[in-house]
């Protein structure tokens, strides 16, 4: 009778766990692009200046997605790969240009934020005070 018993509990339990993994595989599989931006309004470039070279990666783990080598140049934000319905980590670091010259530029410190996308063109606004999105 007992061995029964810890028949049926052990196949149960297997059985359980066969299913909790197949749903949570087969929910959040979709990837898609969406537009993240690190505006001076929430905390970033907090010696002055403004973002113009960013080094990132995106993901649940930070894999999924990085930029090039060098960083994304010319602007604020990028166009990241991202998982949807999913816990993404973003990790940064922005290049905040500063002086007339850019002779006082310098190299943020780096920083982490989670985000939840739900659609591809969906646009993040993160910094160190905080995120919104659309």
């Given at each position: ?51 113009t070279i960013i ?70 606004w993160v910094g ?7």
């Amino acid at each position: 009778m007992i061995r029964r018993l810890r028949l049926w509990l052990a196949t149960t339990s297997v059985l359980l766990l066969v299913i909790a993994a197949l749903s949570a595989s087969g929910t959040n599989a979709a990837t898609g692009y969406i537009y993240i931006a690190f505006p001076t309004w929430l905390g970033n470039c907090p010696k002055g200046g403004s973002v113009t070279i960013i080094n990132a990666t995106t993901g649940p783990y930070g894999e999924l997605w990085s930029t090039p080598a060098g960083g994304d140049k010319g602007d604020d934000k990028i166009y990241a790969k991202v998982l949807f319905n999913t816990n993404n980590l973003v990790t940064y670091q922005n290049f905040c240009r500063k002086g007339i010259l850019g002779l006082s530029s310098y190299w943020d410190a780096a920083w982490q934020v989670t985000i939840r996308p739900t659609r591809s063109g969906q646009t993040f606004w993160v910094g160190r005070l905080g995120q919104s999105h659309n």
